[in-house]
């Protein structure tokens, strides 16, 4: 069974740095891409940043320059190095990761989220 497993996130102050990892266990497919995303209150659930298997990454707009994601493929971790961190970066993170079944079909699965919560 998959398990993906999320740590790192707290509490900051404004124009802190946070970093969250992720490890995914619990199956012998390969891993497509990894991402992360965010859910503040009352709001949807948002991407942050996406890394394909190749390395290529993606961010949200109101993220980039502050946000890093990376990934070790032979650990099968994802990490976001937060920086700069606003009151506005409050929220749930999730990990969600794609592994490769076949050629035609993925299977996705999400992390169950970690806190990160900046202060003014």
């Known amino acids: 069974q998959v398990q993906l497993v999320e740590s790192g996130g707290g509490l900051v102050q404004a124009g802190g740095s946070l970093r969250l990892s992720c490890a995914a266990s619990?199956?012998?497919?390969?891993?497509?891409?990894m991402a992360w995303y965010r859910q503040a209150p009352g709001k949807q659930r948002e991407l942050v940043a996406t890394?394909?298997?190749?390395?290529?990454?993606n961010y949200a707009d109101s993220v980039k320059g502050r946000f890093s994601i990376s990934r070790d493929n032979a650990k099968n971790t994802v990490d976001l190095q937060m920086h700069s961190l606003k009151p506005e970066d409050t929220a749930v993170y999730y990990c969600?990761?794609?592994?490769?079944?076949?050629?035609?079909?993925?299977?996705?699965?999400w992390g169950q989220g970690t806190q990160v919560t900046v202060s003014s």
């Open positions: 969600y990761v794609v592994y490769r079944i076949n050629s035609f079909s993925n299977s996705a699965y």
């Open positions: 619990g199956s012998s497919f390969s891993i497509n891409s």
């Open positions: 890394i394909t298997s190749g390395g290529s990454t």
